[in-house]
């Protein structure tokens, strides 16, 4: 089992800047992909940013690419989600998640440990 904590969130203004992190802990030899995701009311899970653990490929989509930066200290196991140029839409709750399948990298489907989420809201 892996046990996740998130970090950071907040209130912030549009254009402002916020830094998420995960704590991992437990089983964490069995990670090979971590990533966040987020989910606002009324709307389906969407992949913020992933990356795996060996080989470093990371996954941004279009509606992050550019302001948001994920990294992650094997030695430390945690994981960071720099968040530049924020935006309304950005307002969700945002989660951590670790995945022990080779194949995971954006599909939320295949991540089996989540975090508890931390709220980001960005006001205009």
């Known amino acids: 089992q892996v046990q996740l904590v998130e970090s950071g969130g907040g209130l912030v203004q549009a254009g402002d800047s916020l830094r998420l992190s995960c704590a991992a802990s437990?089983?964490?030899?069995?990670?090979?992909?971590m990533g966040w995701f987020r989910q606002a009311p009324g709307k389906e899970r969407e992949i913020v940013s992933g990356?795996?653990?060996?080989?470093?490929?990371?996954y941004y989509p279009d509606s992050v690419k550019g302001r948001f930066t994920i990294s992650r200290d094997n030695a430390k196991n945690t994981l960071t989600l720099q968040m530049d140029s924020l935006k309304p839409e950005d307002t969700s709750v945002y989660y951590c998640?670790?995945?022990?399948?080779?194949?995971?990298?954006?599909?939320?489907?295949?991540?089996?440990?989540w975090g508890q989420g931390t709220q980001v809201t960005v006001s205009s």
């Open positions: 437990g089983d964490t030899f069995s990670i090979y992909a």
């Open positions: 990356t795996r653990v060996i080989g470093g490929r990371t």
């Open positions: 998640a670790a995945s022990s399948r080779r194949s995971a990298l954006s599909d939320h489907n295949e991540y089996d440990y």
